[in-house]
């Protein structure tokens, strides 16, 4: 059991680390988008890349242009957190239960 214990919290450890690397990419690209940068730069597509497709799943069911200014950012935001503070904790949580 306390194998599985490990490999659940390690599991967690990095679903945490990698969703407060996608918020951070989510601000940097928001905070970016406010000053028209060239799109042919190669960081700029990227970050394109990595968050138009979040950004399109949320548009689909939500409208998120509210007086000009796009919310889909904030969204998704919100939503990584609630996931963060809900299922990786619940997880962790699941795994300290197994080890104790």
């Known amino acids: 059991m306390i194998v599985l214990a490990t490999f659940l919290q390690a599991i967690a450890q990095i679903l945490h680390m990698i969703i407060s690397i996608y ?3 989510i601000i940097i690209a ?3 988008s406010w000053v028209r940068p060239d799109p ?3 960081i700029v597509q990227t970050l394109y890349r ?3 497709p979040a950004y399109a799943l ?6 998120t242009v509210i007086g000009g ?3 889909a950012p904030l969204i998704i935001i919100i939503a ?3 996931i963060d503070m ?3 904790r619940l997880l962790m949580m699941f795994a300290m239960r197994l080890g104790a």
């Open 23 to 25: 918020i951070w990419v």
């Open 50 to 52: 990595l968050t138009e």
């Open 80 to 82: 990584l957190q609630f």
């Open 86 to 88: 809900f299922l990786v």
């Open 40 to 42: 042919y730069n190669p």
């Open 30 to 32: 928001a905070l970016i």
């Open 69 to 71: 200014i796009d919310l």
């Open 58 to 63: 949320v548009r689909r069911y939500i409208p």
